[in-house]
């Protein structure tokens, strides 16, 4: 479902405060639906699978599940698929058709550990969870986490290729859902600005505040996540009981607030490469919003993920 541009413009222009509060109520219903959903099923399996693509907010979400979910009597346990990385052999490391390491491959979880972790925590069994270290590209096992389900728990296994075929498709009686910022920004019928670029935006500033990435670097590498999108996580959704959307119709007047830097990046993205156009379409359509201070971001709004100054621990 679109948003129109000038109803965000003129609830941001009337009250911002207000909005944003009404906006982020939105979307915990949709937590509060996702939450019915993985309850109702919850005989079937105690194992949820939480996939989307880059950017979707799939940490955030989950902890906002693991709180209504204890809301309702219920207690839950997160893990990151990642933590279920092998340790990078770049020898046989599957490759991109530019040579390249593809990280964004299924190829590189280890998809018989998942398979035995799901089985046993299904029987009520322990089981290891193990801890991968990406600074040295290889799992620590002797870092794992026992983990064991009793009768009213359940486990959310939060990954972009949760719902995959050798994941997902293995147990199809587990809970899937897919998560993604799904909705385009329209003024009467034409667009101003997509799904996707609320997505790579997020990423963007999130990897340049946290995790040290430049901000070109980011934007030189969409080109093979939206790849490995299209590849490896969309074709799944269809497996999925609960579908997200985690747009929220303030967040691109809050970017905005990033303009500058993102358009300083776009402009040193090499004309070949084939997000480049696509790059100076986005830090151009920032202009048609009402920016927002970024500083009245509630603490526990899903945004906090990609600005950071949030009540959640990542």
Known sequence: MPYQLSEINDKIRKDP?????ECDAHYQERIHTAVDTILERMKVSPIVLLSGPSGSGKTTTAMKLEQELERRGVNSHTISLDNYFKTLNRKTAPRTPEGDIDYESPLLLDMELLDDTFSRLSRGEWVIVPHFEFARQMRNDSRGTPL???KNEIAIFEGIHALNDDIAGRHPEATGMYISARSNI????ALRFKGTWMRITRRAVRDYNFRGTDLLETLLMWYNVRRG????ISPFKSRAHVIIDSSLRYEVPVFAHYAGALRAAVEQVPEDNPRCREFHDLVDAFRYFQPVDPALVPPDSL????IGGGSYHY
């Open 148 to 150: 064991k389900l009793e």
């Open 186 to 189: 329209l003024e009467g019928e």
């Open 303 to 306: 945004i906090r993920e990609f």
């Open 17 to 21: 405060a207000a909005f944003l509060a």
């Open 229 to 232: 999108e299209k590849t490896y």
